[in-house]
T-cell receptor, first 116, second 115 residues
Framework: SQTIHQWPATLVQPVGSPLSLECTVE??????LYWYRQAAGRGLQLLFY??????ISSEVPQNLSASRPQDRQFILSSKKLLLSDSGFYLC???????????????FGPGTRLTVL | AQSVTQLDSHVSVSEGTPVLLRCNYS??????LFWYVQHPNKGLQLLLK??????LVKGINGFEAEFKKSETSFHLTKPSAHMSDAAEYFC?????????????FGSGTRLSIRP
């Protein structure tokens, strides 16, 4: 069965510090991977998605970046955090448009980021 | 273009009474429709999914939803609310003929259960 991991679970960082959040998927190959942010009391905002290694699409311009160094690894980064980067970050995967297709997204447990 | 509207930001019901969470969608093609549930500080869990098979979809925890094309609706219901149902619920639409990014989330409905 497939599982998706995120770490850390919680993170408190000062303004201006760097960020690295990691997401890994097990039990499937060549997934589509997604990063979402959920601000307090609000819906999900798609930040990035990736259909393959090294292929990143950005949905919202900001000071965040994403990378996919391996097939099942998706990293969210920032060089300098802003207060507005606080939120709940969710990673998700599906297999849209691929063999063994599923458009259902499966979510990780999330990372709670607080920028002070 | 796709869109999804959750008509209520907050719904409060008494334990044991029915639950209705409303969702309307707009899609140019054949949509897939989903309901997800999110408990505090947790990831999203799939409740149910519609993909052009039966219009009445049964999900986990006693929830079900009916796809009504004429009304462009996909409302979530449960006959009898339980305290553990208190959570945030998201309606989602995707276009199976489009790209990976065309997955649209509603703004969410917070469900509260009164004892």
């Amino acid at each position: 069965s497939q599982t998706i991991h995120q770490w850390p679970a919680t993170l408190v960082q000062p303004v201006g510090s760097p960020l690295s959040l990691e997401c890994t998927v097990e039990g499937t190959s060549n997934p589509n991977l997604y990063w979402y942010r959920q601000a307090a009391g609000r819906g999900l905002q798609l930040l990035f998605y990736s259909v393959g290694i090294g292929q990143i699409s950005s949905e919202v311009p900001q000071n965040l970046s994403a990378s996919r160094p391996q097939d099942r690894q998706f990293i969210l980064s920032s060089k300098k955090l802003l207060l507005s980067d606080s939120g709940f970050y969710l990673c998700a995967w599906n297999r849209w448009g691929r063999r063994q297709y599923t458009d259902t997204q499966y979510f990780g447990p999330g990372t709670r980021l607080t920028v002070l | 273009a796709q869109s999804v509207t959750q008509l209520d930001s907050h719904v409060s019901v008494s334990e044991g009474t029915p639950v209705l969470l409303r969702c309307n969608y707009s899609s140019s093609y054949s949509p897939s429709l989903f309901w997800y549930v999110q408990h505090p500080n947790k990831g999203l869990q799939l409740l149910l999914k519609y993909t052009s098979a039966a219009t009445l979809v049964k999900g986990i925890n006693g929830f079900e939803a009916e796809f009504k094309k004429s009304e462009t609706s996909f409302h979530l219901t449960k006959p009898s609310a339980h305290m553990s149902d208190a959570a945030e619920y998201f309606c989602v639409v995707s276009d199976r003929n489009s790209s990976a990014s065309k997955i649209i989330f509603g703004s969410g409905t917070r469900l509260s259960i009164r004892p």
